[in-house]
């Protein structure tokens, strides 16, 4: 397990998650959301409809996607994340 000092950048004025890292969070976030979507056609909040997290995957992947290929997002979310995660840090 890494250490949560690994994903954080620090400056003079505070601590803040890097950007990868934010990217890395919301594309598991998103393909959690899909999952759950699609095995209890619960919607994590409100505004989390079919349309509106398939732009979000669209954004993230730059690839379109059909509604009725959910799982196939999450499941191309979940990769991208996880090989983002394999990459070595980068102090700067």
């Not at 959690?32 to 398939?54: E, F, S």
């Amino acid at each position: 397990m890494s250490n949560v000092n690994d994903y954080l950048t620090r400056t003079n004025n505070g601590t803040s998650f890097s950007d990868s890292d934010v990217d890395i969070f919301g594309m598991t976030v998103l393909a959690q959301g899909m999952r759950l979507y699609v095995k209890t056609g619960m919607k994590p909040a409100k505004g989390w409809t079919v349309t509106n997290m398939l732009h979000m995957a669209k954004q993230y992947l730059g690839k379109t996607y059909k509604r009725t290929q959910l799982l196939e997002a999450a499941s191309d979310l979940l990769a991208k994340a996880n090989a983002a995660k394999a990459l070595p840090k980068t102090e700067g």
